[in-house]
């Protein structure tokens, strides 16, 4: 159920938002793929699944003797700021991973055109071209997306958790 995809394992930051801890990202995926029902034991505070005997939230340390008592559904509210916190990531990633690839595509056009024996050979100019499209848009997509998109990413993401976080606050009273 909890295949992890080394993508998934991303950046994160201590922030004081108890918004979303691993378990609870992982329960709501399944949910949301059909693998998992809305159903269970959560923390009241974090929402973080906790087993039946668990009395204090491993995530945000609430008590559930004297804090908030755990709950069975998560909040669809809480489903939403994860989706919209995903699709916001997940845009940057990609996106940064095109830049990636574009800088390569045209980057790897200068050896190609200026250095006189590449240009002169239509076959080694197209196996080095080829190769520059091969290591270095992989490697720039990687970069540029899987380190740079994941971490800018993450913070545009996490202002808009933090804010859905405090309005939920709110709202629980
Ligand atoms: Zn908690």
Not at 41 to 48: A, S
Not at 51 to 67: K, M
Not at 74 to 100: C, F, H, N
């Amino acid at each position: 159920m909890h295949d992890s995809v080394p993508a998934e394992q991303r950046f994160r930051e201590d922030d004081g938002c108890p918004l979303f801890s691993q378990a609870l990202e992982d329960h709501l995926v399944a949910v949301s793929r059909g693998e998992a029902p809305n159903r269970g034991r959560f923390c009241g505070n974090c929402y973080t699944p906790l087993s039946p005997t668990t009395e204090v939230c491993p995530h945000c340390h609430e008590d559930t003797r004297t804090g908030r008592k755990p709950v069975t559904t998560v909040p669809d509210e809480v489903m939403d700021i994860l989706r919209a916190q995903r699709k916001t990531e997940s845009r940057w990633v990609t996106w940064m991973a095109y830049l990636g690839l574009i800088i390569a595509l045209v980057g790897g056009l200068g050896p190609v055109l200026f250095i006189p024996a590449l240009k002169s050979s239509l076959i080694w100019a197209t196996l080095v071209y080829g190769l520059i499209l091969l290591i270095g848009g992989r490697t720039l997509a990687g970069v540029l997306g899987g380190y740079y998109g994941d971490r800018i990413g993450y913070e545009r993401a996490r202002a808009n958790t933090r804010a859905a976080w405090e309005r939920l606050l709110a709202e629980r009273g």
